[in-house]
């Protein structure tokens, strides 16, 4: 079985897959990819099933080789990605030859997303393969990690797609909480009407978020118990700042939740930018049921969204290499012409 | 436009939806005895029920939460399912849940490893001696498990106990350590920063993701601390990964 051998690790490098639903009652968030649909992108490209693990790579760098010929993915946060030298475009799928030095770097922020063939078959903890910083499953990878990959299934490569735009801030939908009326009606319109950035303080666990003006605290005294909290929950700390919270979250706090982000609008606030602008607009749970419904159907069609990868002739170093015109294809000839 | 929040629910239990897809079922808005049992015996008749598409369940110390999958049921239906199970019995007034366990856990007490002891026992009126006594005296319930992983919050202890957090952090306690206000105590299953004041430790890892069963406590648990020395707590942390915990069960 093929293996990933990882050179250069920057911070944040950890395997990612759908998390652990089913732990709730015992403390555990379900945690898994920061960028949930870029996880489906990446299934999508390589033709296989969703709950693959994958390399997350939070803001930072990455350098690898393979020890077989594998199909990759790049999803996500765009990075700059080079093969032997060779640049890479992101958001697509590619052939990577054994022992060819795989490098990405330099991305705006976010979270980039390194898929592979078959996927990183790691040992499961708790029927998962994903990082779990907060509750200590799992690690953050480092320089000299090698990974076992799975059984690749698939041939294509040479894929690539158009992703949802989510790289630029933007409006974040959410939906009422319980807690939500307790806020005064002067406070919730000044915070839907509020421009927010996104704060450098932000990981898995929560996003916090900066802007101008007064804080949307509540009075001091008022108690409230600790309650379940789920991911895209924007409380509000002590000092009134919205903090939202992401995939490895607590699974229970005593800070009101003014909103709770829709899940399909997360990947829209995991991927902003530093400086980018957000704002909030509250619809109403049906609307948001519909919403999710439709979002679900998308990701569900996202392979139909695939097309192949034209390659600028200019980069192309070896042009005879390519059967640039043929009348006659044997049909794999993406795949070998898009092999760095 | 301001959004027409719902009214805060006065009357309890109430059904309302948390997030997109889930379902919160509350009996209180401040933690009682009564309210703590009925959530714990409202979720076991949630999971005996297996109501359609409901995928996982939990509690707070009050409530009850239900995740769903909307392409099994829907919010109307789940709701009406459970407005018909909460009309069948008083959930105030239900027993305790099934195969519940006492645990006896040693616990040093103050000295270095668990350095607030002596500024809690203060401002609960106690000696530090008398407070060790008291915290020692009757076993606590796991009220819920919640914030992190395998992390019971354990009560209800005496009036005196209503003892606010700090206002300012401790950076970090470590795995294990006891920590007290509002009547509850945690014991922490990871190292973190916390507003709780830390005055015991115990050698107990309440999360093993390696093992079979890596959650130790269940809600509905009961926990009776043994005040051990320093020496007895360090023999303890050297020798026995359980902490020196023992478990029996009860009823």
């Given at each position: 079985?093929?293996?990933?051998?990882?050179?250069?690790?920057?911070?944040?490098?950890?395997?990612?897959?759908?998390?652990?639903?089913?732990?709730?009652?015992?403390?555990?968030?379900?945690?898994?990819?920061?960028?949930?649909?870029?996880?489906?992108?990446?299934?999508?490209?390589?033709?296989?099933?969703?709950?693959?693990?994958?390399?997350?790579?939070?803001?930072?760098?990455?350098?690898?080789?393979?020890?077989?010929?594998?199909?990759?993915?790049?999803?996500?946060?765009?990075?700059?990605?080079?093969?032997?030298?060779?640049?890479?475009?992101?958001?697509?799928?590619?052939?990577?030859?054994?022992?060819?030095?795989?490098?990405?770097?330099?991305?705006?922020?976010?979270?980039?997303?390194?898929?592979?063939?078959?996927?990183?078959?790691?040992?499961?903890?708790?029927?998962?393969?994903?990082?779990?910083?907060?509750?200590?499953?799992?690690?953050?990878?480092?320089?000299?990690?090698?990974?076992?990959?799975?059984?690749?299934?698939?041939?294509?490569?040479?894929?690539?797609?158009?992703?949802?735009?989510?790289?630029?801030?933007?409006?974040?939908?959410?939906?009422?909480?319980?807690?939500?009326?307790?806020?005064?009606?002067?406070?919730?319109?000044r915070f839907?009407?509020t421009r927010f950035q996104?704060?450098?303080?932000?990981?898995?666990?929560?996003?916090?978020l900066i802007h101008q003006g007064a804080g949307f605290?509540?009075?001091?005294?008022?108690?409230?118990?600790?309650?379940?909290?789920?991911?895209?929950?924007?409380?509000?700390?002590?000092?009134?700042t919205p903090?939202?919270?992401?995939?490895?979250?607590?699974?229970?706090?005593?800070?009101?939740?003014?909103?709770?982000?829709?899940?399909?609008?997360?990947?829209?606030?995991?991927?902003?930018?530093?400086?980018?602008?957000l704002w909030?607009?509250?619809?109403?749970?049906?609307?948001?049921?519909?919403?999710?419904?439709?979002?679900?159907?998308?990701?569900?069609?996202?392979?139909?969204?695939?097309?192949?990868?034209?390659?600028?002739?200019?980069?192309?170093?070896?042009?005879?290499?390519?059967?640039?015109?043929?009348?006659?294809?044997?049909?794999?000839?993406?795949?070998?012409?898009?092999?760095? | 436009?301001?959004?027409?929040?719902?009214?805060?629910?006065?009357?309890?239990?109430?059904?309302?939806?948390?997030?997109?897809?889930?379902?919160?079922?509350?009996?209180?808005?401040?933690?009682?005895?009564?309210?703590?049992?009925?959530?714990?015996?409202?979720?076991?008749?949630?999971?005996?029920?297996?109501?359609?598409?409901?995928?996982?369940?939990?509690?707070?110390?009050?409530?009850?939460?239900?995740?769903?999958?909307?392409?099994?049921?829907?919010?109307?239906?789940?709701?009406?399912?459970?407005?018909?199970?909460?009309?069948?019995?008083?959930?105030?007034?239900?027993?305790?849940?099934?195969?519940?366990?006492?645990?006896?856990?040693?616990?040093?007490?103050?000295?270095?490893?668990?350095?607030?002891?002596?500024?809690?026992?203060?401002?609960?009126?106690?000696?530090?001696?008398?407070?060790?006594?008291?915290?020692?005296?009757?076993?606590?319930?796991?009220?819920?498990?919640?914030?992190?992983?395998?992390?019971?919050?354990?009560?209800?202890?005496?009036?005196?106990?209503?003892?606010?957090?700090?206002?300012?952090?401790?950076?970090?306690?470590?795995?294990?350590?006891?920590?007290?206000?509002?009547?509850?105590?945690?014991?922490?299953?990871?190292?973190?920063?916390?507003?709780?004041?830390?005055?015991?430790?115990?050698?107990?890892?309440?999360?093993?993701?390696?093992?079979?069963?890596?959650?130790?406590?269940?809600?509905?648990?009961?926990?009776?601390?043994?005040?051990?020395?320093?020496?007895?707590?360090?023999?303890?942390?050297?020798?026995?990964?359980?902490?020196?915990?023992?478990?029996?069960?009860?009823?």
């Amino acid at each position: 079985m093929g293996q990933i051998h990882l050179h250069r690790v920057g911070p944040g490098v950890t395997i990612q897959d759908l998390g652990r639903p089913g732990y709730l009652a015992q403390g555990l968030s379900r945690g898994g990819a920061a960028d949930l649909l870029a996880l489906a992108e990446g299934a999508a490209l390589l033709g296989q099933d969703t709950q693959l693990a994958a390399l997350e790579i939070a803001g930072s760098f990455l350098s690898v080789e393979v020890t077989e010929p594998t199909r990759i993915a790049l999803t996500g946060a765009p990075m700059r990605a080079t093969c032997d030298g060779a640049a890479l475009t992101w958001q697509a799928s590619h052939a990577l030859p054994t022992g060819a030095r795989l490098e990405m770097s330099a991305s705006a922020g976010g979270y980039s997303y390194l898929h592979l063939g078959g996927g990183i078959a790691a040992e499961r903890v708790l029927k998962a393969r994903s990082a779990h910083l907060a509750a200590g499953i799992g690690q953050m990878l480092e320089a000299g990690d090698s990974l076992p990959l799975g059984a690749d299934s698939g041939v294509r490569a040479g894929l690539t797609f158009t992703p949802q735009a989510r790289f630029d801030g933007g409006a974040l939908r959410l939906v009422e909480t319980p807690q939500t009326a307790l806020f005064p009606p002067d406070l919730r319109a000044r915070f839907i009407s509020t421009r927010f950035q996104k704060d450098t303080r932000g990981n898995r666990m929560g996003q916090r978020l900066i802007h101008q003006g007064a804080g949307f605290g509540l009075d001091a005294g008022l108690n409230i118990l600790s309650e379940i909290i789920v991911p895209g929950d924007i409380q509000i700390t002590g000092d009134g700042t919205p903090f939202v919270l992401l995939s490895e979250c607590q699974t229970t706090g005593g800070y009101p939740r003014i909103g709770t982000v829709l899940p399909c609008d997360l990947p829209r606030l995991v991927q902003a930018p530093a400086g980018a602008e957000l704002w909030f607009k509250f619809i109403s749970l049906e609307d948001a049921v519909a919403l999710e419904s439709a979002e679900a159907r998308r990701r569900a069609g996202l392979r139909g969204g695939l097309r192949p990868l034209i390659r600028d002739p200019h980069d192309i170093a070896d042009l005879l290499a390519y059967q640039l015109v043929s009348g006659v294809t044997r049909g794999d000839e993406l795949e070998r012409e898009a092999s760095c | 436009m301001t959004p027409p929040a719902s009214q805060a629910s006065d009357t309890l239990p109430s059904v309302r939806a948390l997030g997109v897809d889930g379902v919160l079922v509350s009996f209180g808005q401040s933690l009682t005895e009564a309210a703590n049992r009925a959530a714990l015996a409202f979720r076991a008749a949630v999971e005996t029920e297996s109501l359609p598409g409901v995928m996982e369940t939990s509690t707070s110390l009050t409530s009850v939460y239900l995740r769903l999958d909307l392409g099994q049921t829907d919010h109307a239906r789940t709701r009406h399912a459970l407005e018909d199970l909460l009309r069948s019995r008083d959930w105030y007034q239900a027993s305790l849940p099934q195969g519940r366990k006492l645990w006896r856990i040693p616990a040093v007490f103050g000295t270095d490893l668990a350095p607030q002891l002596d500024e809690a026992a203060s401002l609960a009126g106690l000696s530090p001696d008398d407070a060790v006594a008291a915290l020692c005296a009757v076993p606590l319930r796991v009220q819920t498990i919640g914030f992190a992983p395998g992390q019971p919050y354990l009560g209800e202890l005496p009036p005196d106990w209503d003892i606010p957090r700090q206002t300012g952090l401790t950076a970090r306690v470590p795995e294990g350590a006891l920590a007290v206000a509002i009547r509850q105590m945690v014991l922490f299953s990871v190292s973190t920063p916390t507003g709780w004041r830390h005055i015991g430790q115990t050698a107990l890892r309440l999360f093993r993701p390696d093992q079979p069963d890596p959650f130790v406590l269940r809600p509905g648990d009961e926990v009776l601390f043994q005040p051990v020395t320093r020496a007895a707590f360090e023999a303890i942390r050297e020798s026995d990964p359980q902490g020196g915990a023992v478990a029996e069960r009860l009823g």
